[in-house]
């Protein structure tokens, strides 16, 4: 089946660091990627949808400039998280495409002290 | 409005017996519906999808779930439940007009299998 991963699985950083964070789809091309947040015991929140080669498509209320996304290529999306602070701290996980089905990340536990 | 409803926020059952997990849903056009698993600190597992055809679709883990276009549902369904089948389960669909792909999803159901 399709597999997604996601880079690092765990990252602890300083307030005011900014944290990247890689998902690759590894045996198929994904037009489509998206970013999901996910807080304790509640279900996925997106944040954003990102097609190759152009612009993320950001859901109301999420920054832009805080969560920046970039889709360069058709396997790989990346979330950079800039200027991190505690409340920023989630389980972020991405997913991809494939025809009619997302195939999900096991995803990034990011704490930010 | 689009939405999906998971009533249950969680479902006990015995090690061998069958287990249901509900799920209804609102699209205003005809629906992708699908069902992920979720182990503890760990992403989504893809468990089945109905797209279009038979309404009873067969999934991973002997998972099966059973479109019912008249009572908009989607319940998940294992006629004998393993400890191991324990852990959290999203219903989610996807109008099939919507370009964007966006999947609505439902609040999970906690799925607890005891011994």
């Known amino acids: 089946g399709a597999v997604v991963s996601q880079h690092p699985s765990r990252v602890i950083c300083k307030s005011g660091t900014s944290v990247k964070i890689e998902c690759r789809s590894l045996?198929?091309?994904?037009?489509?990627m998206f970013w999901y947040r996910q807080f304790p015991k509640q279900s996925l929140m997106l944040m954003a949808t990102?097609?190759?080669?152009?612009?993320?498509?950001?859901e109301q209320g999420v920054e832009k400039d805080k969560f920046l996304i970039n889709h360069a290529s058709l396997t790989l999306s990346t979330l950079t998280v800039t200027s991190a602070h505690p409340e920023d701290s989630s389980f972020y996980i991405c997913?991809?495409?494939?025809?009619?089905?997302?195939?999900f990340g096991p995803g990034t536990r990011l704490t930010v002290l | 409005a689009q939405s999906v409803a998971q009533p249950e926020d969680q479902v006990n059952v015995a090690e061998g017996n069958p287990l249901t997990v509900k799920c209804t849903y609102s699209?205003?056009?005809?629906?992708?519906l699908f069902w992920y698993v979720q182990y503890p600190n760990r992403g989504l597992q893809f468990l089945l999808k109905y797209i279009t055809g038979d309404n009873l679709v067969k999934g991973s883990y002997g998972f099966e779930a059973e479109f019912n276009k008249s009572q908009t549902s989607f319940h998940l369904k294992k006629p004998s439940a393993l400890v191991s089948d324990s852990a959290l389960y999203f219903c989610?669909?996807?109008?099939?007009?919507?370009?964007?792909?966006?999947?609505?999803w439902g609040a999970g159901t906690k799925l607890i299998i005891k011994p």
């Open positions: 045996d198929f091309q994904a037009t489509t």
């Open positions: 997913s991809a495409r494939e025809v009619y089905t997302q195939y």
């Open positions: 699209v205003s056009g005809n629906p992708y």
């Open positions: 989610a669909v996807r109008d099939m007009a919507d370009s964007n792909y966006q999947l609505i």
């Open positions: 990102s097609n190759e080669g152009s612009k993320a498509t950001y």
